[in-house]
């Protein structure tokens, strides 16, 4: 069973400043999906960037970009010029690529929560 | 265009009493999921649904609950009797390809 872990239960960053959220996984999977998914106050899950393993470019999202490690099994989430709307609980997950079965829900590791500091 | 669509937002009952949590897909989506977030466990997968047909409910906690999905654009998730260890927040995600995008939840409180 694929697992996905945040080792970070908490992040502060200062607004306008950079801030890397850790996220690594366990698989024997070669191709999956992984998410980054945004929980605001309000509880809304926000769908922020998705990369695909089979791709090694790094996916961007404006100011959301990841750096995925496929050999390492590590998927961080950077937040450049951090801004106060985005504070919120950050959630890493991942799916695996084959259609079928339980093969289509999404793991989640346990989310990271970001404070922006004004 | 309208995101996925959950009823009620808040929910408010007693133990013992049936509670009837409500889902609206995004139209075209095949798949449907539903997911409990709780302080303790996170967010946990109950059940999910391709083209209508539930796939796997192996997350579904006991045979207290139930879901339905009578057509595409319509699911229910079913809590019958309700007990104080099921309040939590209850979401409804839809899918097409990869990603899932989700409802807005429902917040369940049983007293």
């Known amino acids: 069973a694929q697992t996905v872990t945040q080792s970070q239960p908490e992040m502060s960053v200062q607004e306008a400043e950079t801030v890397t959220l850790s996220c690594t996984y366990d698989?024997?999977?070669?191709?999956?999906?992984l998410f980054w998914y945004k929980q605001p106050p309000s509880r809304q899950m926000i769908l922020v960037i998705r990369q695909e393993a089979y791709k090694q470019q790094n996916a961007t999202e404006n100011r959301f970009s990841v750096n995925f490690q496929k050999a390492a099994k590590s998927f961080s989430l950077k937040i450049s010029d951090s801004q106060l709307g985005d504070a919120a609980m950050y959630f890493c997950a991942y799916r695996s690529l084959d259609s079928g079965g339980s093969n289509y829900k999404l793991t989640f590791g346990k989310g990271t929560l970001l404070t922006v500091n004004p | 265009d309208a995101g996925v669509i959950q009823s009620p937002r808040h929910e408010v009952t007693e133990m013992g009493q049936e509670v009837t949590l409500r889902c609206k897909p995004i139209s075209g989506h095949n798949s449907l999921f539903w997911y409990r977030q709780t302080m303790m466990r996170g967010l946990e997968l109950l059940i999910y649904?391709?083209?209508?047909?539930?796939?796997?409910d192996s997350g579904m906690p006991e045979d207290r609950f139930s879901a339905k999905m009578p057509n595409a654009s319509f699911s229910t998730l079913k809590i019958q009797p309700s007990e104080p260890r099921d309040s939590a927040v209850y979401f409804c995600?839809?899918?097409?390809?990869?990603?899932?995008?989700f409802g807005p939840g429902t917040r369940l409180t049983v007293l």
């Open positions: 698989t024997s999977e070669s191709d999956y999906y």
């Open positions: 649904f391709n083209n209508n047909v539930p796939i796997d």
């Open positions: 995600a839809s899918s097409l390809v990869s990603e899932q995008f």
